[in-house]
DNA sequence: GTGAAAGCGCTAACAG
DNA sequence: CTGTTAGCGCTTTCAC
């Protein structure tokens, strides 16, 4: 590969010059300027950016630190991350946010200008290397609550307010006995649904003692565990479930059962994730907006990289209700 | 952060034993070494990645090009990759293939060690890319069929032998016609499937005038369209989709319109997506192990930049056979 | 506007 | 076994 110092030979002029070309074009003459352009475009050149990097400190590169890129949720994500990073020529190092260690070696090395970070649940030791990187004055910005103790700005999703809106379309029906399957225990998301949920349906008059709680964990499988205690009885009339993929279980119980969607029991759930409108029947919930955060995420650090002021400290990106078959028509 | 020289003060050592003891561990006195340790714990040292990579040209990180993070096949095989590397405390950095001069940068500036590449279908410039790559020796581990013109090896999956299976279980139902729904025109994956699925239903004396092809894209979206263009008629009595988001979208069109599966019309996939088995009726379909490519891929270039001399040529992943209620009972 | 020179933190011969 | 000495390719004062 052509060097800086190639070009330098090449063009007659310094290294100095060059570089300067590369990151402060507008202190050269543009004589000068183009010139040099041309030896570059000539010997095929490219900045090496571990030199760079290892000279100047910055690195051209983030961190997205995830819980799992396979799960939808964090894929899309990603891809609202990588889209914009790629325009500004920013290299994207994913982690999973499990191996915390690897992350923390992220820090110390000095490989990153910057991190992202998902949190869904309190990890054990998250604290110690948000403390770390904050100590270095790398930006951080978390998707997600932000992290208690940190002042870095956070993106969210307005996770109570898409709960209160399906409580809201709930409350019409008159519903007598509700399950809500839950997420983890000390899911962030799932907790806020939980509460917009409540508070929603309290708005209505409903009584939430005829409101009952499973805790489920995120996953098909165990949704489909928990409808199986819960539902054969045809007690309840509606589910609610923290995510898509828990309603998806719910679905696969009452389809099985051959108990009908929405005439005996009405289902929802969480996130509008892709294959949402293609279960049977079509699923009735929250949309947000997955991709829209990683962008606006990634666009944040680098404004907190490049020290413009304005980050805002917190954004909360909307949710919106996605009315499909799988509930009874409510009142609006 | 503490760098190399202060540990070499601390302990008394120089630089170059320092480094010794970071590297190549066995050529350092025991004793020195511990000293030597102690001091690095003491100080909290963490060898400079950037600092390393320029002066010895490993970079401890790889590059993963993919056609799209968000798609479900990919981000099982991208786990795959990380989780391996996360082991090796390697870096994987990830670029969408269409941004492909991004990934042309990546090796101009030295940022990695070696590629993995999944290319789905041909994609413009891709072959200059690899050229390129190839020039600078770099390792590089296709994902799917080899890149013609190019010797570096390759993880493929058995397509032909998973549809040729499906093939086999859908001969003994003496199906009178049958519908293959297609990939992208180009789709070395789709194509290969059908091939495989061909060769099967000719062994069982299956009429290929019989078997009609609609060509979809790998969306739910179009193979729903597909299905209302084909399969309203009731002349069709089994539908191979090429993955299983076009199976997705052909059940949808099926319960929508009230058509029985698997007793009017049996269904199947490719693929074993996640949401297979909760689909209604639950699908059949083919599982490919993607995660297992992904770690074999990572493991894979790992031998060659360490120049281990036996890295396989092609290995091919074999597929599986799943059967579930969306196809009537075949004979195996 | 441009150049000279001193590093960034580490590895890699070469000596000893 | 350990130390000395050059760099890796770039940025960044500080002069001119």
Redesign the interface.
């Given at each position: 590969?052509a060097r800086l110092e190639d070009v330098a030979e090449d063009s007659g002029f310094s290294r100095a010059t060059v570089s300067r070309v590369i990151n402060e074009e507008h202190l050269v003459k543009p004589d000068t300027v183009r010139k040099i352009k041309e030896s570059m475009e000539k010997l095929?050149y490219?900045?090496?950016?571990?030199?760079r990097?290892?000279s100047s400190g910055r690195?051209n590169?983030i961190a997205v630190l995830l819980p799992?890129?396979?799960a939808?949720y964090y894929?899309?994500l990603?891809?609202g991350i990588?889209?914009v990073s790629?325009d500004v020529?920013y290299?994207?190092?994913?982690?999973?946010i499990s191996?915390i260690d690897?992350a923390a070696?992220?820090v110390?090395?000095?490989?990153v200008d910057g991190f992202i970070i998902r949190h869904s649940s309190s990890i054990e030791k998250i604290d110690l290397l948000i403390r770390k990187i904050e100590k270095t004055s790398m930006p951080v910005i978390f998707i997600g609550r932000p992290f208690s103790g940190s002042k870095s700005p956070s993106i969210i999703v307005d996770n109570v307010g898409g709960a209160r809106k399906m409580a809201h379309y709930f409350a019409g029906n008159n519903f007598k006995k509700i399950l809500f399957i839950t997420g983890h225990r000390d899911n962030i998301d799932s907790n806020d649904r939980r509460y917009g949920f409540k508070m929603g349906l309290a708005e209505h008059g409903f009584n939430l003692k005829n409101l009952v709680e499973a805790e489920g964990d995120f996953t098909?499988e165990k949704a489909?565990q928990i409808a199986g205690e819960y539902l054969g009885g045809k007690e309840y009339d509606a589910v609610f479930a923290a995510n898509d993929n828990s309603a998806?279980?719910v679905?696969?119980f009452l389809?099985e059962n051959n108990i009908k969607v929405p005439d005996e029991v009405s289902v929802a759930g969480f996130d509008d994730a892709f294959?949402a409108e293609?279960?049977?029947p079509p699923l009735t919930t929250v949309r947000q907006p997955m991709y829209e955060i990683g962008r606006v995420a990634m666009n944040n650090v680098l404004m907190m990289i490049n020290r413009e002021p304005s980050v805002p400290g917190e954004v909360i990106l909307p949710t919106e209700l996605i009315i499909r078959k799988s509930c009874r028509a409510g009142v609006i």
């Open positions: 590969m095929g490219r900045p090496n950016m571990m030199a990097a290892l690195k590169a799992d890129v396979t939808l894929s899309n990603l891809r990588t889209d790629q020529y290299h994207t190092i994913v982690k999973s191996k690897l070696d992220l110390d090395s000095g490989m098909k489909y998806m279980g679905l696969h389809n294959f293609y279960l049977w």
